[in-house]
């Protein structure tokens, strides 16, 4: 805990508030609702990639004990929303999420074709066997490799060759080509899969014919409940929605999926709620997933290591129903200083399910291919990398041509490299051992835009002087509750423990979703401003007091501390809040504040956060198992809220920027389009055996540009820059450089 | 729901006779794999007959022979004092196996009869012969970078996923069984099958016979042991290669060997031309090389495991350093 500076509340590594609710299991989650007679949904999908349904048997598993319904294209109950072809021949309309149980067409391997709903799940699941599809089967597209010359522009940047999706060119195009000095390089990323580990699920309730609860794991409170309003076309004020607690998500709660759909369809055909979660296997195909990735970076550089030219190209891959696309070259345009730079984006549709974002979407793709390339480029120039990325940082933004809102990346890097033992390194490969093993050390540099946005809270002091904040966010695990009393208990002059934040429900004042590394900056921003307003009126009323004592109070010769009100200059003066109510004869003071960025910094500034990551490997020459020794991560998060959560989404980070590296990666057979890895046991997210000790440090200073709390995002920053620091440094180990991930080791022998 | 009936008898000869006269009746014991194979609708008992309550954890000496229990759990047995005096090789293998959450319900004879993790076998919508004859193997021309390079046919190319087994082959055990003809004695070499045309044929044990517990003879291999696994990630994955490497040391001479490879073979893959040759040459990295060689003799691999022809014999060198304490 010494790596952190304290100061009054904020930073402190405070306990999460919900910490004792988590590990006893008090925490609900989503599935973890009981309903008065609540039915079950299995949901069942295709055996096969592409075609349509020729015939479906739905008699047997009709038949079944217990059977409620079992719903499919032919008989769901329609969903008023979904925007209709003209002609019932006419292809759906590329670009919209998955319409569930809308005609027999066939998109993806596991595609939803029949939902069961019967009395209980054991009944529900059994049933689902029991369904039978007969297919028109059509030839598929499922191989990546085979498929890239159907890649195209995305029509957001057809439309408009200036969206960041377009094609980028600052200075010459390509021009490292012609340089002396250059690296060429492909790099691949597979597939990756969320795999939180709560399993997505959701409980649908119609309440009435045109009022619908829904306990649902969610990233996104107020996005699911706008969709499923307009999907049933309701009022939004008719949805509700709850998502207290979730259990992980990483982006796949961003927005919602056909199985949110059955779920509520089936509760609408059985007129009962219905419980449905999906098994670990669906977890890979109805969810949503980092796409598998094709990338080329060119660079060229001085010999004294000034980059001159970057050209970075990406193809990522989507549906055929819908185009995905991330950020993944962003980070190209302005992380360093070459006058050239030149970024292709493409994407690629296949016969399988539509991504979504996964932690530090595009930019950690993107970062693998552009933090390798730096250390292949350091590599031929002779030159130290972290003195080469030194040599090439930029103070300003070369893409926006703007002032950076802050920056202190050299700072972090500094911290790290002292932190590993940087100077162990070895420029050549292979010069450190550890008895048999290979030692190698690397890094990596990871960069998210500092995003805010706009929320609303409602605060309420009530008389026996406790503070209870809402706001319709989420906590998908960061601690969002736990900042949020910090930042009110700073703020306010309140102790932590007379304050609780509650979210999670759509019955709060809005909040975006939790994702973008956004939640604190957007959030925290309006409890900042509710505890503003808060102060003003306790000042109002402590100045109107008959008691003189206050009199000319203002909220700034005023000190807020430990629940009470003091003049600063003769602190004898002093009420505590909830006398303060009582002189007023108020039960409670209620305030709702909303927080708005100001639009116009962001024409002043770029704003950014910033990671930089390294990494300690031991490779065994012989058999090539590999083992990440040390790891470092440091953040230029602008203010650290809470010094523990804050270390623990680093840490998190860097856990999944291990998994990034060395062990995940979805096989398909393409063959049949099918995945082959699809369990916890096949699929491989990192184990405690596979994370060292990871230390993260934080810069800790903030960022009053961005919001008033100073803070920077996180979330992803903890994980973009982690893979390529682990492959450099088995680069540095070993001598080989492994451009497609993960770096197994079948790869290193 | 998927009906089946569970019976849960206090003696083994009720279990046996249970089960020899219902061919849709199997053991269980600890269910770590039975489970999920019947969530999946891979296996589809009608009878399930729990064998928890027959007296068959201990571990203890007998006749010369460690003898485990079938109902052992893999855990207590990888921590048994006797075993790590005795047969420490096997203690090392059983904690490269799975998770420790797993190995606290796993048994010792449900290890030896778990399943293949060919994914072909797992997936109901997929091809294979193994779950169903006549289908085909999936893995053939499919994903097979974790299948065989030893003992396949074109039926089936899946591997034996158990780590303990590799050491129980290595040290020369014997399953004890008992049946509805009486009980009998397989060398554990002779317990599992290679595939050949029946694939879906997974062991030697008849139909109701029981595994009791399992003898493993005391030898000379108390010290210079290891076992060596690589694998995807360093706890809970499946060997891509593993190697039981057991040496008998005089000063730096091999006076004898035992050498057995996982993730290579449907059963667990004994090496006995290599430990011949390692018999009575000095323990060096060359011997071992050249040990390694023979050891991969007959090796055949597909599109994707072709590493394990390099990987095994790198794994065969390093156990056999890490055995002998060769740098």
Redesign the interface.
Known sequence: MKDYFFQDTIGKPMDRVDGRLKVTGAAKYSAEYELPNMAHAVLVGS?IAKGSIKSLDTKRAENA?GVLAVLHYQNAPKVPGYAQAAHPTEPKPVGQPLQLFIDNQINFNDHPIAVVVAD?L??A??AA?LVKAQYNEEKHATDFNKNTAKAFLPTAAKRNPKHPLGDYVRGKEDAYKTEPLKIESEYVIPTEFHNPMELQSIIAHWEAADKLTVYDKTQAVMGTQNAFAKDWKIPVENVKVIATFVGGAFGNGLHTWPHETAAIMAAKKVNRPVKLMLTREQMFTMVGYRPHAWQKVGMSATKDGKITAITHEAIGQTSSYEEFTESTLQQTRMMYTSPNVTTRYRILPLDVSTPIWMRGPGEATGAFALESALDEMAFVLGMDPLEFRLINHTDKDPEKNLPWSTKYLKEAMQMGAERIGWSKRQLKPGMVKN??WLVGYGMGVGTFGANRGRAKVKATLHKDGTLVMQSATTDIGPGTGTAMVQIAAQNLGLPPEKIVFELGSSLYPPSPSQGGSATVATVGSAVHAACQALKQRLTSMVAGNADTSFKGATVENLTFKDGYVSMTASPSARLSFADILKQQNLPELEVTEESTPDASLRQKYSMYSYSVHFAEVQV?P????I?VTNMVSCADAGTIINAKTAGNQMIGGAVGGIGMA??EGA?M?H??G?Y????L??Y?V?????APNISSLFVNKPDLINNPNGTKGIGEIAIIGVAPAIANAVFNATGKRIREL?I???KL? | MIQFQYVKPSKSKAAIDTVAKDQSAVFIAGGTNLVDLMKRGVMNPEKLVDINKLPLRKIERENGNVRIGALALNGAVAEDKLVLEKHPLLAQALNAGASAQLRNMATVGGNMMQRVRCPYFYDTAMPCNKREPGTGCGALEGYNRMHAIFGHSDKCIAVNPSDMNVALVALDAVVLVSGPKGDRKIPFAEFHRLPGDTPQIHTNLQQGELIMAVDVPENPYTKNVNYLKVRDRNSYAFALVSVAAALDLDGSTIKSARLAMGGVAHKPWRLNEAEQFLAGKPATEATFLQAAQIAMRGAKAFEHNKFKLTLGPNTIVQALKNASGVA
């Open positions: 055996t004990p209980t054991e009944r699941m059994y066997k008895g048999e065994h012989l058999t090539g198992q083992k060395l062990t096989v057979d063959r049949f099918r082959v890895t699809k369990d046991a096949e491989h990192p184990v405690h055996a596979d993960p197994t080791p079948d022998i």
